[in-house]
């Protein structure tokens, strides 16, 4: 049976104002649009407790106590890898017998869910003193002047693997439908290295890295893909050009030949992808690709090409809009690794 709604406070003291008015449950219930039983209930509640308000429900009392609650949360603040089975023993040395499930459901109701853990870049003081200079230098820079940037790095795309992820709407055990399944192989099925930039304008040049890159293939990358594409996307001058710590990046000879070619280079933080929008681009690749499911390697290539090509150039001023949003994260997390 379907539960009814609830009737509002002001509706339940209507139905006792009435009453002591002197008319019958029929009348109250008729004027008000009430089931008769339903005012007679109330009217009852209010001669037995004199409210109309909700009064607890009765229920088996909770197997962990109030103090218990509080112990097991501390616990799981203090140190969230505490298992289950840990706080079960917590409890039974206090007296106190529960299953695992007694313990989720007991920290669910506090706002603790058991989750799987971020794999996330390893981060020593240094750079988290290095997030938060940058993110505290930067903080009130103008919003033109993060859209004179333009973003670039590296990323690897696999023929099949955690790429092709995908949802679908199946029917039970339909599970094993080709419509269902995506196609996997033993080692990925291989992968390509792609190469790309972009600015607030849009999404510049992307390449594909053949060869495993080293300094000279780097500086050749960028001799002959970031002036077209700052060319392309029009930036303004002044332009700032923006790419991680990579030893291939900062390598001297790198750093020299950007020196010659007078490129105002962002200083750039280490161990901070979260602080680069080209990765919520690149995230946005990969799901386009998956969905178009190449069934070779050329074919990735081809359709990750296309697929970039047609990324919106809303999605990149977006991105580079909310930038200010990116280090208050940062600031407020303390230096520690933030969402994308």
């Known amino acids: 049976m379907a539960k009814t709604k609830e009737l509002s406070k002001d509706t339940r003291n209507k139905i006792v104002d009435l009453h002591q008015a002197g008319k019958t449950e029929s009348a109250i219930g008729k004027q008000l649009g009430v089931k008769k039983s339903t005012v007679g209930a109330i009217i009852k509640k209010w001669k037995t407790y004199k409210t109309t308000d909700n009064l607890p429900r009765s229920g088996a009392p909770r197997k962990i106590s109030p103090r218990g609650v509080k112990m097991i949360t501390r616990t799981v603040s203090k140190n969230p890898r505490t298992t ?66 333009i973003w670039s790095d590296e990323t690897k795309i696999e023929l099949f693997g955690k790429n092709s992820t995908c949802r679908v709407w199946r029917r039970k055990n339909a599970e094993l439908h080709p419509k269902n399944t995506i196609p996997t192989v033993k080692h990925g099925g291989g992968n390509i290295m792609l190469w790309g930039c972009f600015s607030a304008k849009g999404p510049g040049r992307l390449i594909r890295v053949k060869e495993r890159m080293n300094g000279a293939m780097y500086r050749e990358i960028l001799s002959k893909n970031l002036l077209p594409s700052v060319r392309a996307l029009k930036m303004k001058c002044g ?95 303390k230096g520690y690794i933030t969402k994308y």
């Not at 499930?101 to 003081?125: D, E, H």
Request: with cysteine; aromatic share 6%.
């Open 84 to 149: 289950r089975g840990d706080l079960v023993n917590d409890l039974q040395r206090a007296g106190t017998k529960v299953t695992k499930a007694t313990i989720s459901n007991t920290l669910r109701r506090q706002g603790l869910k058991s989750c799987s853990t971020r794999r996330v870049p390893l981060l020593k003081p240094v750079h988290v003193r290095a997030r938060l200079k940058f993110a505290r230098e930067h903080l009130d820079d103008p919003e033109e002047d993060w859209e004179n940037v």
């Open 239 to 333: 332009w700032v050009f923006q790419h991680d710590n990579d030893p291939k990046h900062t390598a001297r000879a790198t750093k020299e030949w950007l020196r010659k070619k007078h490129f105002k280079v962002l200083e750039w933080p280490s161990q901070s992808p979260d602080l680069n929008p080209i990765e919520n681009l690149w995230r946005e690749l990969k799901i386009r690709v998956a969905q178009r499911q190449p069934q070779n390697i050329t074919a990735l290539e081809e359709i990750c090409m296309e697929e970039w090509a047609k990324l919106p150039a809303t999605v990149c001023k977006n991105l580079v809009a909310t930038y200010r949003k990116h280090l208050t994260s940062v600031i407020a997390n």
